[in-house]
């Protein structure tokens, strides 16, 4: 039994390290979000407003942007579903019942 609980506490260790990098790319996203739309967005739209009318020089300043958290949000939530649900510990938990019964 003592073994099952190492087990479990091992898997949950290598579990919260995959979740941590996840999240620590969701924080990543936002955080690229919120400098590019305080700062190169403004400088962006600025340049692009001497070539073409502001509202569609902002609309592509805004997209471009959108793009950009788009990607960070995805390669984030591809590494949150690798986590696993604890399965060598489930599984070896089902042998448990015969171990003892000595099958």
Known sequence: MRQEVDLAK????EEARTFGTGAGLFAAAALAALLA???VSHALWWGLSNVMDQGWAALIVAVLWALVCGVLASRARTQLRRIRTLARTKRTAQEIPDAVRGR
Do not use: I
Request: proline share 0%.
């Open 10 to 13: 091992a898997e949950l260790r």
């Open 37 to 39: 739309l305080l700062f």
